[in-house]
């Protein structure tokens, strides 16, 4: 356990979900005009919409950290520890949301701890795919993404973009639940494959 905390750096995670935590409090319901390619010129897009992504990049880059050599000889133990620091780190993002939309009387940061949940599940399905560098530029990508083609010329959000939907939306709560329950499942399986073809 000690050892497994040292290799995967989690003092690094700290740091990514209090930037997290910052700049969901900094936010709030500010929004910026950037351009999208479903109405003409530039739209309001929430700037909350960005804040899990360094909270995101540092769980990958934690799990990316250690030796796949020496994780080999107690893969399932690694798995399971990193989990539990995965489904931890969903915990604390729920909870900063809510307590930012308390703290700041904005709504929409509720939607933050649900879509930290959607991305790390979108960073982890590439990652098993194909590596951690990988995971976290498909995280960024689908943000950029959504603020381009998102929402339709009435800036309503479409039910894929997930992070783009209401705080309370049923679909977007239960996409993000089971993209970070996927996310979290194929992370043991990755570790079963790599300590096979060892």
């Given amino acids: 356990m000690t050892l497994w905390l040292k290799a995967r750096r989690i003092p690094l995670l700290a740091v990514g979900l209090a930037l997290y935590a910052g700049v969901a409090i900094a936010a709030g319901s500010l929004t910026a005009n950037l351009p999208t390619l479903t109405s003409s010129g530039a739209a309001g897009v929430p700037l909350m919409l960005f804040a899990p992504l360094p909270a995101c990049a540092a769980l990958i880059f934690c799990l990316e950290s250690g030796s796949p050599g020496a994780e080999g000889t107690a893969s399932r133990r690694v798995a399971r520890y990193d989990q539990v620091v995965i489904v931890l780190s969903g915990v604390v993002a729920l909870t900063i949301g809510y307590g930012t939309a308390v703290l700041r009387s904005a709504p929409v940061a509720e939607a933050a ?11 982890l399905c590439a990652r098993w795919l ?10 960024i990508a689908w943000v950029i993404m959504v603020t381009l083609i998102g929402f339709n010329a009435r800036r309503e959000p479409y039910t894929w973009a997930v992070i783009g939907l209401p705080p309370h939306d049923i679909a977007g709560m239960a996409l993000s639940l089971t993209c970070f329950t996927l996310g979290a499942l194929l992370l043991a399986s990755r570790k079963k494959s790599k300590t096979v073809s060892g």
């Fill in 113 to 123: 701890g649900r879509n930290m949940l959607f991305l790390t599940g979108i960073m």
């Fill in 130 to 139: 194909w590596d951690g560098r990988i995971g976290v530029l498909a995280g």
